[in-house]
């Protein structure tokens, strides 16, 4: 069963909404109604373009990276967003811990609000 904290693997679309190759995904809340779609956000290795105080790192020395599934250190892009159906997600390879999740969706709702 898919859960908000999840981290999965799914092309996630470019830009201009072109295929992209497999990359992982963090799950942030299925979308209401009678679909399956998960509102997703991205990760990428490419650390230096973690935006300061709104991106999250994820070292491989942080407690839950192991768990995570990832193979290297990475940024979790919190403002690269994407519904996705359920379909689209191929499989579980990890987790983030409940902090981090906690902090991230405050950051997103923070910027929606406009407070970020």
């Known amino acids: 069963m898919k859960k908000p904290g999840q981290v999965a693997l799914v ?14 995904v963090l799950l942030l809340a299925r979308v209401l109604g009678p679909y399956e779609d998960w509102l997703v956000c991205m990760f990428s290795t490419k650390l230096h373009q973690a935006a300061s105080g709104f991106d999250e790192v994820i ?4 407690s839950d990276f192991e768990r995570s599934g990832l193979k290297v250190s990475s ?17 579980r390879i990890g987790e983030i811990g409940e902090e981090r999740l906690r902090r991230i969706q405050r950051t997103l709702a923070g910027w929606i609000l406009g407070a970020a």
């Open 11 to 24: 092309p996630f679309p470019q830009v201009d909404l072109t295929p992209g190759k497999p990359r992982p």
């Open 75 to 91: 940024v979790i892009r919190v403002a690269r967003l994407a519904v996705v159906s359920e379909d689209m997600l191929v499989g």
């Open 59 to 62: 070292d491989t020395d942080a």
